[in-house]
Each structure stands twice: as structure tokens, then as C-alpha cells.
């Protein structure tokens, strides 16, 4: 079945405690970002890939670091999370390598305390 | 870069009736104008998708259209039925590979 897939679905952390959530789509797609949502101000874009080793800030890159070693996987890394930093958090892919049609993951839940 | 603002926040309709969620953007190079919908838990997909050289594009009960000189983009949806109820969300991208979104509309179809 044709996915993008997210990890972990809900975490619930303290500040400053390094975390990764995981992303990964079987759809050999080229695109790939990541958004936040948040009540009041819709999906902000945090940072997306145009293909492997690819990778550009989107609006609101402070605090977050990605890689794109493989085209399947984008993971999103929070060296030292804040409490600002709590949100709904969704990976995304598109065939092309640009914003098309993109694909969205289930999302995470992320608390930092 | 690109600001996306949309109105109305909120729009109840009665079922049958039209509903017209408009948003308008600050960058002329914007190109790609998609529409998504976000039932409650669940993740945005994309219902329809305008480029800036097309002035209208319908998809069964629903329609976008785009003016470019005014930079404004709107969605319409007819004969709204209760499956309707959502978060639609419109974005504006102005390079291809970025992509603004404005903060959502949550529309109620009141049977």
C-alpha cells in the first residue's frame, strides 16, 4: 500500500531531551517536507527536500534540523526541544520534486514539557 | 515571503446550499494554488489544485478560481453535504518547492 508513514505518532517530552521523529514513504517520491499545525495559524512549512542530499528551510526553521541521506526517509530532529515546539507535526511527499499533489502523513503529537 | 490570508475562519451552511472560502497572497510569483480539506483527526488531503494559467478549474461539486492581478484564489463548493464538514486549507506556492498555507476554514453543513 502506497504510504507515507510517521514515528512516534504521540510523544510526550521534557525540554532539551534530543528527539527524532521518523518519516518514510514507499512511493519513490522526490519531495518531501515537513509542517507544523497549530490552532489559529493552519500548516507552517519547517523544512523540505527537493531529493536526496537536497534539503532547504521552509518559514519557520528554528529549532529543527533534517537530513535526506536516503529518498525514502526525511527525519525531523529537535536538538533541544521547547515548550514552543509543542504541535501537531506532518511529514509530506510528492512525485515530483517539487509541491504537486503531496501526500501527507498520519502526524505527531508532540508535548514537550 | 508569502503571506496566505482566509476568510471566513468559520461558515456554517445548510445542506444543499453553496459554500465560498476565499484567501488572497502577497507574492506575485506565487504559481501553484492547492485546496486541502482536513476531516477532524485526520491528515489534510488535497481536493483541487489551480496553476496561475488557468482562471478556473472545477472538479464535480467543487470549483477554484484565481485572479491574479487582485491575488486572490477562491474555493466553491455546491450542493454541500454533511461529508462536507471539514478544515479546508488554502496555500500558495511561489518557487515550486515551497508552500504557504493560509489558517483554515471550518465549514459546518447543517443538515
Known amino acids: 500500500e502506497a504510504q507515507v508513514t510517521q514515528n512516534p505518532r504521540y510523544l510526550i517530552t521534557v525540554t532539551g531531551k534530543k528527539l527524532t521523529v521518523t518519516c518514510s514513504q514507499n512511493?519513490?517520491?522526490?519531495?518531501m517536507s515537513w509542517y507544523r499545525q497549530d490552532p489559529g495559524l493552519g500548516l507552517r512549512q519547517i523544512y523540505y527536500s527537493m531529493n536526496v542530499e537536497v534539503t532547504d528551510k521552509g518559514d519557520v526553521p528554528e529549532g529543527y534540523k533534517v537530513s535526506r541521506k536516503e529518498k525514502r526517509n526525511f527525519p525531523l530532529i529537535l536538538e533541544s526541544p521547547s515548550p514552543n515546539q509543542t504541535s501537531l507535526y506532518f511529514c509530506?511527499?510528492?512525485?515530483?520534486?517539487?509541491?504537486?499533489?503531496?501526500?501527507f502523513g498520519p502526524g505527531t503529537r508532540l508535548t514537550v514539557l | 515571503g508569502e503571506n496566505v490570508e482566509q476568510h471566513p475562519s468559520t461558515l456554517s451552511v445548510q445542506e444543499g446550499d453553496s459554500a465560498v472560502i476565499k484567501c488572497t497572497y502577497s507574492?506575485?510569483?506565487?504559481?501553484?494554488f492547492p485546496w486541502y480539506k482536513q476531516e477532524l483527526g485526520k491528515r489534510p488531503q488535497l481536493i483541487i489544485d489551480i496553476r496561475s494559467n488557468v482562471g478556473e478549474k472545477k472538479d464535480q461539486r467543487i470549483a477554484v478560481t484565481l485572479n491574479k492581478t487582485a491575488k486572490h484564489f477562491s474555493l466553491h463548493i455546491t450542493e454541500t453535504q454533511p461529508e462536507d464538514s471539514a478544515v479546508y486549507f488554502c496555500?500558495?506556492?511561489?518557487?515550486?518547492?515551497?508552500?504557504?498555507f493560509g489558517a483554515g476554514t471550518t465549514v459546518t453543513v447543517r443538515a
Open positions: 496555500a500558495a506556492s511561489p518557487d515550486d518547492y515551497k508552500l504557504s
Open positions: 512511493m519513490n517520491h522526490e519531495y
Open positions: 507574492d506575485s510569483a506565487s504559481n501553484y
Open positions: 509530506a511527499s510528492s512525485l515530483s520534486g517539487r509541491t504537486d499533489t503531496q501526500y
